[in-house]
């Protein structure tokens, strides 16, 4: 995964990303002993993986994607962890056209 150097970062994460040939993403999480002891690691991957799962009909299916935490996420919440996920997506291309409503 690492090897193919196709990823992106923002403040918070680093993403990387690859086709998987299946009809459903899966999602890896990386996070460092650098970032925090067990239980800031574990509640950034809970975060992590909610900010996905409400968000995966936003994203193209049929890929891999690795998370990486980096130290910065550290106590940061919901909002701003799921704000870098999304931003992420918008930069790689994996995120679907959002269809404007007509009214």
Do not use: P, W
């Not at 899966?26 to 809970?46: A, D, P, Q």
Request: proline fraction near 0%; hydrophobic fraction near 35%; charged fraction near 30%.
């Amino acid at each position: 995964m690492y090897d193919e150097k196709k990823s992106y970062a923002n403040k918070y994460l680093v993403m990387y990303i690859r086709k998987n040939d299946l009809d459903e993403n899966r999602l890896g999480i990386s996070v460092s002993k650098k970032v925090g002891n067990s239980v800031v690691r574990h509640r950034i991957t809970r975060l992590i993986r909610e900010s996905y799962r409400l968000n995966c009909e936003n994203f193209n299916s049929g890929l891999d994607i690795v998370v990486v935490v980096r130290a910065t996420a550290k106590g940061k919440g919901y909002a701003e962890v799921e704000s870098a996920l999304l931003h992420l997506g918008k930069i790689h291309g994996i995120l679907k056209k959002e269809e404007k409503e007509v009214q």
